[in-house]
Each structure stands twice: as C-alpha cells, then as structure tokens.
C-alpha cells in the first residue's frame, strides 16, 4: 500500500488472539490517525465480541484467515505465550509485519544474550524459538517487533532524557522492583504453569531486565546471580538478578508488592 505525495501513510492492522491485552493495544492503537483496526481472529467466538466492541469489520475464527488477508500490513500477536513462535513465524509468510508481545522472555533467553554478548530480543519461549522468528523475519523482509510498552512510560522517558544529557552521569547501579498482585498458586493457571510463561521470571521478568540494554548498552554483566528467599508455606518469592556489580532485580508475585526503581551514580 503506497501513499500519494502529502498524505500520510495508513497501516492496516490485525490482532489475533481477543483477549484483555489485545483490547488495550486496540484502545490505543485506534488513536492514531496513521492506524486502521480492520480485523481481528481468536480460535473461538470472542473475535466476534471483540470485533462488535471495537467497531471492528471483520472477526475471522481462526488466525490463517486473518494472515490471507491482502487487506493487511500488520498483526499483532495477543495470544498466549507458547503459541507465539509458531503465530508470528505464519503472520512473516504471509507477508506481515508483526508486533509480538513481550512477556515471552525465558532465562535461558536472557543469559544467553548476555554470555554471549549479542543483544537479542526476547520473542520466544527459549532462545531456539526467538532465533528462529528473527530468521523469519529476515528472510520475509519483514519488520519484527517486541512489544515492551513499559519503556514508553513517561518516567523511563525522562530518565532516559537525563541520562543522555549527562545529568545523571555514570551510571554504576540500577535497581528495579516490578510485582503484581496474584490469586492463590493454581495448577490450572497459567500465570502460575511454567510452560505456559508462567512465574515471576517468565511472565514478569522482562520488565526489569529489559533495562539492562536500554541503560548499559555494550557494558555486559561480568557475573549473573540468581538467589531466592521463600517465606513460610511459600508464600514469598523473590529473585535477584546481579550483574558484575551494578544491576539488581527483584521480581514478585504477591500481595502489596512495590513497584519502584533505584540509580546509583559517581558524582
């Protein structure tokens, strides 16, 4: 889809997967006077509540149909974490650019970024699966995306603005703390079922540890600790994240947790 000289360029989009966080990209994206919701896919009948809800046109059951769609240019992948490799790969073929969402880190993703010293981003399940949707996406000549909205948040924003100013200055530690409040450990949950993306690491863990890029570019951890304290009947949990001697995380899933960041700087 070309756009005539002076006018804007308009994408067309399509979401699979209706559930509450497709419904918030929606929200937004149906902002922008540059941006066309003009479908929407699910395996069962909620693309055509979501599509009702949304003034949506079209509600395919089923995601091939939404990828046949020429009337297309981009998806966004909303559907749950295990079956995002295979929906994104699909979505290239078809000659899609795609969003993905981001909660698909895992930690042999994240050490592997950081022993190796390449920056990778954190598409897939494991480190296989996100190698092989970049290998997608180059070959389809297709832009791939990760969806880590948190670093659009105003403060990161601002932060980020100091810190390229210099008023910062160096920056020696970053501490971050990232929790949501969660209902009782159930087998049936998937926030709660590792391979579902579940857990503290998989399902919250990408909110901190993206930072370690966006703050330390090219100055790689020299060491990576992991250490856990458990509460009584394993009511808390808690991980650290120690790079060489200047990141620390904690991430949390438990009542009344703080969400909050820390810098360090040499004055």
Not at 22 to 28: G, H, P, T, V, Y
Not at 95 to 120: M, W
Not at 131 to 143: F, G, S
Request: hydrophobic fraction near 35%.
């Amino acid at each position: 889809m070309s756009a005539s000289q002076g006018q804007k360029k308009i994408y067309r989009w399509g979401i699979i997967g209706c559930g509450k966080i497709s419904n918030d990209f929606a929200l937004n994206l149906l902002k922008h006077d540059q941006c066309r919701l003009v479908a929407c896919a699910s395996r069962d009948q909620s693309a055509e509540e979501f599509a009702k809800k949304l003034g949506v046109k079209k509600a395919y059951r089923g995601y091939e149909n939404l990828f046949a769609d020429e009337e297309i240019d981009c998806v966004y992948v909303g559907t749950i974490h295990p079956t995002h490799k295979e929906n994104v790969i699909k979505a290239l073929k078809a000659g899609k650019h795609v969003v993905v969402e981001e909660k698909e880190c895992d930690k042999e993703s994240i050490l592997n970024k950081y022993k190796k010293k390449k920056k990778r981003n954190q598409l897939g399940m494991n480190s296989k699966e996100m190698k092989e949707c970049i290998a997608a996406a180059r070959e389809n000549k297709r832009y791939l995306l990760e969806g880590v909205w948190t670093r659009f948040f105003p403060a990161v924003q601002q932060s980020r603005e100091w810190f390229n100013e210099g008023v910062i200055g160096e920056l020696v530690c970053f501490e971050g703390n990232f929790g949501v409040q969660m209902e009782s450990p159930s087998a049936t949950s998937r926030l709660w079922t590792n391979h579902l993306g579940g857990g503290a690491l998989l399902d919250l863990g990408i909110y901190t540890l993206h930072h370690l890029p966006l703050w330390f570019g090219e100055r790689y951890p020299t060491r990576i600790v992991a250490a856990g304290l458990v509460g009584k009947k394993k009511k808390k949990i808690k991980i650290f994240r120690i790079c060489g001697k200047h990141t620390f995380f904690s991430k949390k899933k438990k009542k009344n947790s703080q969400d909050f960041c820390h810098f360090a700087k040499i004055d």
